[in-house]
């Protein structure tokens, strides 16, 4: 995971704060791809660690390759840092055919650190069609303060998107967004590779801050998404501009004013 090259912009990481998730489709070479299915069939084991990358993956191994992939190592470097910790990895196989969904959730109790976050990387070796399921998400999600499975009761979402995408696709999500594995309708076994880091130095500024500036930042973080009411939709930007603030070292850093509102205390006068 050691590079410089390939990490994000300003903008695409506020989308990310905005949004909950970064996807790349297509990064993976297909070698890559064909190699994943045969190292998958062998057998993934569950691993919690709390390790770093390269005393978990030995040199050369299948995701020490995945994981140095221009794309991949940039993206996680911009959102996570250098020498992250493995979290825990696992390989989630839908059967052709599978019947069950799995509910929608959160991958953490409540989290409440304001200024970090953990990512977790999906990996996907082969397309990903409608009939295949699919992971759903509910972009914008990651950031309401929930417990695990406490929205396992809820079946559809507006907004929630249903995951299709072309062999070789990583989406790296904040740990806390709204997801769920659907069901595979297809003749297909589905595959999905997950690996969760969690970050070992401040996440502030690591990605490419040329653009820091562009009116395009606070335009991510202004957007509304349908799964909730206008007000409510209001306390997720303000959520945004509160992690914005930790990730970029801006204290001033405001959207109409709404965070300095909240934090003004006038001095009496004397």
């Known amino acids: 995971m050691a590079t410089t090259d390939h990490l994000l912009s300003s903008v695409e990481v506020a989308r990310f704060v905005a949004h909950g998730y970064h996807r790349m489709d297509a990064v993976v070479p297909a070698e890559l791809n064909e190699e994943a299915i045969e190292v998958f069939d062998a057998g993934v084991p569950v691993v919690y660690r709390g390790e770093p990358v390269a005393k978990v993956f030995e040199e050369g191994s299948f995701t020490r390759r995945l994981l140095d992939v221009p794309a991949v190592a940039g993206a996680l470097r911009s959102l996570v840092g250098p020498d992250p910790l493995v979290d825990h990895q696992a390989l989630h196989v839908r059967s052709p055919h599978e019947g069950a969904a799995q509910a ?36 914008g999600s990651h950031l309401r ?41 297809s003749d297909r076994r589905r595959y999905m590779y997950k ?36 007000a409510t939709g209001r306390l997720e930007i303000y959520n945004r501009i509160k992690l914005w603030r930790a990730m970029t070292g801006d ?12 934090a003004n205390r006038p001095g009496r006068a004397a």
């Open 195 to 230: 690996i969760r880091f969690n970050p070992t130095v401040p996440q502030v500024r690591l990605w490419d801050t040329a653009d820091l500036h562009d009116p395009r930042v606070a335009e991510e973080l202004s957007v509304y998404f349908p799964w909730c009411e206008h």
């Open 145 to 185: 303060r929930t417990n695990e499975s406490d929205t396992g009761r809820y079946q559809n979402l507006r907004g929630q998107t249903r995951l299709t995408c072309p062999a070789g696709t990583v989406v790296l999500l904040h740990h806390g967004i709204w997801h769920g594995g659907r069901r595979n309708d």
């Open 104 to 139: 929608l959730h959160g991958d953490a109790i409540i989290d409440t650190r304001p200024d970090a976050f953990d990512v977790q990387l999906m990996y996907y070796p082969h397309e990903v069609t409608g009939t295949m399921g699919g992971t759903l998400s509910v972009p």
């Open 251 to 262: 204290a001033a850093f405001d959207i109409d004013l709404w965070a300095t509102r909240v």
